[in-house]
């Protein structure tokens, strides 16, 4: 057997059934030895969409996502993805084509030092040396991957190796790293600290962020809220774990969130930040939720507890296995009088909103309101439906406007990385093909990855795309006109492509939306089938979000 | 505030790029590294002596633990420590200054390991406030080179 062979039957036994790449010399051997298998490659345009499409099959599998290009160009093209991946915790596994091992470090053709380049956004990185000690790597790879806080992970293969004649497979079942033994178990005396600040609170709200998504604890969340009667808000990365019109769930907190969620945040009491970093888009100013305030912080990675403030009660531990276990214990909590609070701070936040709505389009603007428009798209599609939102005003948008019902929210929030939608749309509807799942782009985010609609069209990958149109890189045009007195440069993107001919040449639906009244029939249309379909939204440059 | 660090890592290749890239990447000092082999060949002990405020040396701990490579991470201060630090200095001397080179050496307890003509060779092992009050002794005095270890560092056998 090669070291090829040995690597795709580790994966077979790691289970998995789908992969994401782009070849090269470098990485022949592994996809030739891939033919012998059930995994499906799939071929993407371009290596940085490869991580994303996995990171969205990843975070609606709930397994690592893998991939898989070749040395040099095609590992740093993949740097973006692994760094996106990353900043949101995201488990991939990701392999590289290498040069020979006796060939390393002489700049040959090709060859590019992909694990130090990669060294401060990867949870950890390999260099193979030794096709005997594939299995074990493999192993490590994937645990490492998708336990404690998640993340990506770099296996450098040079070919020598994936050539080198192996005697016998046999894969390890288990696992002990003396170096690497994630806390899933909450502290007992801690939970019952936590338990008995929450008896004596007056005012608790718990700020949700993306690692309840990642424990998959949206449910214990949700029943934990309930059972207490504990208002929710979340970061960018935690919408979705309360649906967005749950009677207890003020929404999203930040620079870009709700003001009433922001306000309720800061009148609370106790703070339960579950599975979010307190990072500087959702918290601002963190001393401000330490002072007065009882601040609890449950994260699975002990570095983030205190990095940027520091809690009166640190808990450690998974948060699914966390919950699990506060459930069992009696609370009484008196919160109706501040729930009563919240929900007014939260209709006369909403009513603004109708009226600032309703005095944009007095102003004789016809183009369809990018915030109205967004809350009719969710309401247009299923109810577990998934979107995708990529980066920039429309991601502002979406955050604030797109009710979440029964499916799921992905975007990229750490890194903010553009053009993430269409690839992670493409890797969400492979690993949920029964459920409807829709890209929401900008004209500009959509033009990095728009190449992405080849696979999309090779694979019959149906995924829907809507791209608002502005014909400027919005967010930072807007950043432009409030900070730098309207003095544009490079945000404006010119007539941008005639995307309905884009949509043609791709043999996609194509539908579009000219005025505010045309929305509801074209998204009636734009959902109406199984088909992948793009439509494109017309919005004025000058709308902020 | 100083602290030191005496960090169990795996003996393997990039481990010390990966953790002196980590005290790079999220500006933490480093003061001194010194590595070297334990008596598992499989195992390496990296004493690291860094500075900053209560917040970052708690970070720089916190860190650490969570890199995959690090198998144990024990912090002290230096009054908890036994810390040394080797230092070779050579020097140019001529008659002129060559009294005032072996009376601080005397005085300090360093030794004399090489000579020509017109150069020698100090070598002092002591605490690090120490090799720091020899160094300080010598300038004026024809410094060539420097060379030192860094701090090595074990905790005290009873506290």
Same mark, same amino acid.
Request: glycine share 16%; no cysteine.
């Given at each position: 057997m090669t070291g090829a062979e040995v690597l795709v039957k580790c994966l077979e036994k790691e289970g998995v059934e789908l992969l994401f790449g782009y070849p090269g010399v470098a990485i022949c051997p592994f996809f030739d030895a891939l033919l012998d298998t059930q995994i499906r490659p799939v071929l993407v345009r371009e290596e940085q969409n490869a991580a994303h499409a996995a990171s969205g099959y990843a975070r609606m599998t709930g397994n690592c996502g893998v991939v898989a290009v070749t040395s040099g160009p095609g590992a740093t093209n993949l740097i973006t993805g692994i760094a996106t991946a990353f900043a949101d915790s995201i488990p991939l596994v990701c392999f590289t084509g290498q040069v020979e091992s006796h060939l390393l470090g002489n700049d040959v053709f090709q060859e590019a030092d992909i694990s130090g380049a990669c060294e401060s956004f990867v949870k950890y990185s390999y260099i193979v040396? !030794?096709?005997?000690d594939i299995p074990q790597i493999i192993k490590e790879a994937f645990y490492i991957a998708g336990s404690g806080r998640k993340g990506p992970v770099l296996i450098d293969l040079p070919m020598d190796i994936q050539l080198e004649e192996v005697q016998r497979f046999s894969y390890p079942k288990e696992l002990s790293m003396r170096t690497y033994k994630p806390t899933v178990k909450g502290n007992g005396a801690q939970i019952k600290r936590v338990i008995s600040q929450l008896k004596d609170a007056r005012r608790p709200i718990m700020c949700v962020g993306g690692g309840v998504h990642l424990s998959g604890a949206e449910a214990e969340i949700r029943r934990f809220a309930e059972a207490h009667q504990i208002p929710v808000v979340s970061t960018m990365m935690g919408i $979705?774990?309360? #649906?967005?019109?749950? #009677?207890l769930y003020f929404g999203m907190v930040g620079n870009n969130g709700h003001v009433y969620g922001n306000r309720a945040m800061n009148e609370a009491d106790l703070i339960m930040m579950v599975?979010? !970093?307190?990072a500087d888009r959702s918290i601002s100013q963190p001393d401000l939720i330490m002072t007065g305030k009882i601040m609890i912080h449950i994260d699975?990675?002990?570095?983030?507890? $205190?990095?940027i403030a520091g809690p009166n009660t640190p808990l450690v531990g998974d948060i699914r296995t966390i919950f699990r276990e506060m459930e069992k214990h009696e609370i009484q909590t008196t919160t109706s009088a501040w729930l009563r609070t919240l929900q007014g701070y939260k209709t006369d936040g909403a009513d603004r909103e109708v009226q600032n709505r309703r005095s944009r389009s007095i102003k004789g603007k016809t183009l369809a309101d990018p915030a109205q428009f967004l809350r009719e798209l969710s309401l247009a599609m299923k109810k577990d439906a998934i979107v995708t939102v990529d980066v920039g005003q429309n991601q502002m948008w979406a955050c604030a406007n797109y009710v979440v019902r029964d499916g799921s929210f992905l975007t990229s929030g750490g890194m903010g990385t553009m053009g993430y939608a269409l690839p992670a749309a493409m890797g969400a509807k492979l690993a949920c093909p029964k459920k409807q799942v829709v890209a929401v782009c900008g004209d500009g985010g959509f033009q990095m990855t728009m190449m992405e609609l080849g696979t999309m069209e090779q694979y019959g990958i149906p995924a829907k795309v809507v791209i608002l149109k502005n014909r400027t890189l919005g967010l930072v045009y807007q950043y432009q006109k409030l900070r730098f007195k309207k003095r544009y440069i490079v945000t404006e993107l010119g007539d941008t492509p005639d995307f309905e001919k884009l949509a043609e040449a791709y043999r996609m639906q194509y539908f579009h939306i000219g005025?505010?009244?045309e929305t509801q029939d074209a998204l009636q249309a734009f959902l109406a089938d199984e088909k992948s379909a793009m439509l494109v939204c017309d919005i004025d440059p000058e709308a902020l979000a | 505030m100083k602290r030191i660090y005496s960090v169990l890592v795996e003996n393997r290749a990039g481990v010390l790029c990966k953790v002196a890239g980590l005290f790079w990447r999220r500006c933490f000092n480093i003061d001194s590294l010194a590595v070297g082999e334990t008596e598992d060949p499989t195992v390496s002990n990296m004493t690291i002596v860094s500075s900053g405020d209560e917040h970052t040396l708690e970070q720089i701990a916190k860190q650490l633990n969570k890199k995959i490579d690090v198998i144990k991470v024990k912090t002290f201060d230096e009054s908890d420590s036994i810390s040394r630090e080797l230092i070779l200095i050579k020097v140019k001397y001529n008659k002129d200054n060559r009294r005032a080179i072996m009376e601080n050496c005397e005085i300090m307890g360093a030794e004399i390991v090489d000579m020509s003509t017109n150069m020698m060779t100090l070598q002092m092992c002591d605490t690090p406030h120490r090799v720091q009050i020899f160094v300080n002794s010598l300038? &004026?005095? &024809?410094?060539?080179e420097i060379t030192r270890t860094g701090t090595l560092a074990l905790t005290k056998c009873s506290t």
């Open positions: 040396r !030794r096709a005997a $979705g774990v309360m #649906p967005t019109e749950h #009677p599975g979010a !970093r307190v699975v990675d002990p570095a983030e507890i $205190g990095k005025s505010q009244e | 300038k &004026g005095l &024809g410094i060539v």
